[in-house]
Structures are given as structure tokens and as C-alpha cells.
Nanobody, 123 residues
Framework: QVQLVESGGGLVQAGGSLRLSCAAS????????MGWFRQGSGKEREFVGA????????DYADSVKGRFTISRDNAKNTVYLQMNSLKPEDTAVYYC????????????????WGQGTQVTVSS
């Protein structure tokens, strides 16, 4: 089992920045690919981005590419989502996820999910 706890959400004006954190506990964090998803009100959940277990590769949705950056600190069992140039359409609950795979599959299924943190971007 892996437990994931997100933090760092909040209210920000358009054009601003936020950094989300996801603290993991349980099985060795360094063995998991980590992802971020989001779900806006009345919308389907969507992939935001992911980072390989080693930090050696990342993948981003087109809608956030160039604005969001995922990083991880395996020593701290934490993954981060740095969000810059935020837009009102980025408003959503953001979820941290963990994937235990022998291959890099950023848009595949994820095994564990956090409870989510709300991000609201005002215009």
C-alpha cells in the first residue's frame, strides 16, 4: 500500500503560480512512477502529467505543457507540481497518483490515489 497526501492548493489569480506537493508513505517511493490528474467541476478527470520513478522522464498534457513542471525528491518521498501562468480553466481538484510498473507508462492505469487538493484560479 502507498498513502498519498497532497498539499499546496488554494486560490490564485490568473497568471499566478502555485506549487503542489504530494507526500508518499508506505512502499519504497522510488519504485513508483508518479502522476498528477485533475478534475474540474462537471468535467471528466484528465491527465496532467507524470514523472518516471527515477525522474529521468516526464510527460505532460498539451494543455499544461510549458507552464507546469513535475519534479520529485526520492529522499523526501515527495513529488511536486509547479504550476505557472495559471488560467481559470486550470481550476480543478488535483490528484496525486502512484503507478508501480516495470515500464514507463505515464498515461496508463495508476494504482494509488490521494484525496486531492483544490486549486482555484480567478480571472
Amino acid at each position: 500500500q502507498v498513502q498519498l497526501v497532497e498539499s499546496g492548493g488554494g486560490l490564485v489569480q490568473a497568471g499566478g503560480s502555485l506549487r503542489l506537493s504530494c507526500a508518499a508513505s508506505g512502499r519504497p517511493f522510488s519504485r513508483y512512477n508518479m502522476g498528477w490528474f485533475r478534475q474540474g467541476s462537471g468535467k471528466e478527470r484528465e491527465f496532467v502529467g507524470a514523472i518516471m520513478w527515477s525522474g529521468g522522464d516526464t510527460d505532460y498534457a498539451d494543455s499544461v505543457k510549458g507552464r507546469f513542471t513535475i519534479s520529485r525528491d526520492n529522499a523526501k518521498n515527495t513529488v511536486y507540481l509547479q504550476m505557472n501562468s495559471l488560467k481559470p480553466e486550470d481550476t480543478a481538484v488535483y490528484y496525486c497518483t502512484a503507478q508501480y510498473r516495470s515500464t514507463w507508462s505515464p498515461r496508463g492505469e495508476y494504482d494509488y490515489w490521494g484525496q486531492g487538493t483544490q486549486v482555484t484560479v480567478s480571472s
